[in-house]
């Protein structure tokens, strides 16, 4: 059974630029969760998706954006790129959201210039 | 608010001897799940364990076993016989459950160094 897996690998933008970063969960998960991983600020929550409608955000700023597709495939977007927007973004499935286990990729690498 | 403590930053042990990562969280939810993960270089967070905030059973799992004290708020973690492929960063995470969805508040984590 594949797991979580997320393209690209990893990216190097310039400040101003966008980005979009893509994540196909399990097979069968209809969850899908965004993190992001800072040394700074460690592992922050950023938005979650159930059948293609976002149920819970967490607390970054309207840059970040995401959207899941009926396959269950999500994407997410951060706009006007930053310094700070360096991170390592991952994105974790699970069958329902809030049930079962819940699995995550191995990231997206960003560095932004 | 919630919020997840993981004091010890980094920890070495030379192979075979036991180690255990504390866990202490702050929650004002009466259920919730809490959660612990691996974090090898390749950077991937490997699923450990979700135990329920009504089950304070203890679990073993080979040489891995959790201590969930709800009365301290507690969630600790022991590798029996560490090995040098134990060798990780390790997080502890909690999220309120029946709200239909994950969103996990993790802990800095621990990274834990095992010394052949």
């Known amino acids: 059974k594949a797991g979580v897996t997320q393209t690209p690998r990893y990216l190097i933008k310039t400040r101003g630029q966008q980005v979009t970063l893509s994540c196909s969960p399990i097979?069968?998960?209809?969850?899908v969760s965004w993190y992001q991983q800072t040394p700074g600020q460690g592992l922050q929550f950023l938005f979650e998706?159930?059948?293609?409608?976002?149920?819970n955000k967490g607390n970054f700023p309207g840059r970040f954006s995401g959207r899941q597709f009926s396959n269950s495939r999500s994407e997410m977007n951060v706009s006007t790129l930053e310094l700070g927007d360096s991170a390592l973004y991952l994105c974790?499935?699970?069958?329902?959201?809030?049930?079962?286990?819940?699995?995550f990729g191995e990231g997206s690498r960003l560095t932004v210039l | 608010a919630q919020k997840v403590t993981q004091a010890q930053t980094e920890i070495s042990v030379v192979e075979k001897e036991d180690v255990t990562l504390d866990c202490v969280y702050e929650t004002r939810d009466t259920t919730y799940y809490l959660f612990w993960y691996k974090q090898p270089p390749s950077g991937e967070l490997v699923f450990l364990i979700r135990r329920n905030s009504f089950d304070e059973q203890n679990e073993i799992s080979g040489r891995y076993s959790w201590n969930f004290q709800k009365s301290t708020s507690s969630f600790n973690f022991t590798i029996t016989a560490s090995q040098v492929v134990d060798s990780a960063v390790y997080f502890c995470a909690l999220s309120p459950s029946g709200a239909g969805s994950y969103q996990l508040t993790f802990g800095k984590g621990t990274k834990l160094s095992v010394i052949p």
């Open positions: 998706y159930f059948s293609e409608t976002q149920r």
């Open positions: 097979s069968g998960h209809r969850s």
């Open positions: 974790a499935s699970s069958v329902a959201g809030g049930t079962g286990e819940l699995f």
